[in-house]
């Protein structure tokens, strides 16, 4: 009998402090209009000075654990995607397993920028299937605004803070149908913050985001379309039999894009970019939970989860929720 990992929980949380565009006209050189127009972003979320990554996961964490009804000591796994660790090591997954009570089930940090979470989900998805795994926490947690330079117009309208979280747990029906994962490192200049951290010091280059936008922004389209079609080719779905497309909330215009490549209509696009921003691995859980929790997503349907980012990474999960 196949064994297929099924969501059972979804939690998230952002900070309470919003940053809207009239406060970035204040900022830099930008204008509401010109950043709803391009991205349709209205306000992202940012973490207080003292909150870290841990903060921010732990607390969807326990949204998920609550959703699902279950204690954390049954976890058997724990899966953190983040590209902004509360520290260099342990990894932050560790400090959020000593939080939630989860003792001795295996934890750790996951980093493929924004396709982070599907990363980790089909991570957790292959633990589950072989066995080695009957309950897995993932989570998608960023405090992105701490790689932005906020002088940058470029980049420091796009991102935001927050965290979204899933429960997995065996079960006799699906479930994960499939994920895909890919990488091309060939584009690791396109999105990236260059620097390392050696004898003490940032080297190496910056510690802030640069991003080719243009080149991200036509690569996204593509590719988040194609590994969906391939997830629907491997499982003999049409699109038509889609409930929900839970994409990467980068950009609006990358959302539309995606949707007409695809042939889906915009009414199952779940589109959350305008109140979060892009919050890179936290940007799919927490459009996920935001869905569920308003009553869009329901027990039953069939959702495609499609990502990309810097690597650049790309990779789309269908599964019935
Ligand atoms: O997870 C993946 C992460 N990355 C993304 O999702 C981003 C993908 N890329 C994009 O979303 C778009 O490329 C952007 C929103 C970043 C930029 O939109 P665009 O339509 O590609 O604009 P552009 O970069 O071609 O810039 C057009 C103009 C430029 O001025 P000039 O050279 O035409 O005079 C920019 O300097 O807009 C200017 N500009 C701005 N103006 C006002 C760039 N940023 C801003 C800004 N406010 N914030």
Request: glycine letters at 8%; proline letters at 3%.
């Amino acid at each position: 009998m196949t064994t297929y990992a099924r969501i059972i929980g979804v939690g998230s949380y952002l900070p309470e402090r919003i940053l809207t565009n009239a406060e970035l006209e204040k900022m830099v050189d930008t204008s509401d209009d010109w950043i709803t127009s391009r991205t349709g972003i209205r306000q992202r979320h940012i973490a207080a000075p003292a909150q870290l990554t841990s903060d921010l996961a732990t607390q969807a964490s326990r949204h998920a654990l609550d959703y699902a009804g279950i204690d954390a000591s049954s976890l058997d796994l724990i899966i953190l995607a983040t590209t902004t660790p509360d520290r260099i090591f342990p990894s932050t997954a560790c400090l959020v397993q000593e939080r939630l009570g989860a003792p001795r089930c295996p934890a750790f940090d996951l980093q493929a920028v924004c396709t982070g979470f599907v990363y980790a989900l089909s991570i957790a998805d292959k633990f589950i299937r072989t066995g080695s795994a009957k309950r897995a926490l993932v989570i998608g947690a960023e405090t992105f605004s701490h790689l932005v330079d906020w002088t940058d117009r470029g980049t420091c309208v796009l991102f935001g803070d927050g965290a979204g979280a899933a429960i997995l747990e065996a079960s006799s029906e699906p479930g994960i149908y499939s994920t895909h994962l890919y990488a091309e490192g060939q584009y690791n200049a396109s999105l990236t913050a260059q620097g390392y951290v050696s004898e003490g010091c940032l080297q190496g280059g910056s510690g802030f985001t640069y991003m080719n936008g243009g080149e991200v922004f036509k690569l996204a389209v593509t590719n988040m379309s194609a590994a969906a079609e391939e997830a629907l080719i491997a499982n003999n779905f049409n699109v038509n039999d889609l409930d929900w497309l839970v994409p990467h909330q980068a950009n609006t215009r990358i959302l539309s894009a995606v949707a007409k490549k695809l042939q889906i209509a915009e009414e199952k696009v779940v589109q959350t970019v305008a109140h979060h921003g892009n919050t890179s691995a936290a940007s799919v859980p927490l459009a996920l939970d935001t869905a569920v929790r308003d009553g869009r997503i329901q027990a039953g349907h069939l959702l495609m989860l499609s990502a990309m980012g810097g690597g650049f990474t790309w990779g789309s999960a269908v599964l019935r929720f």
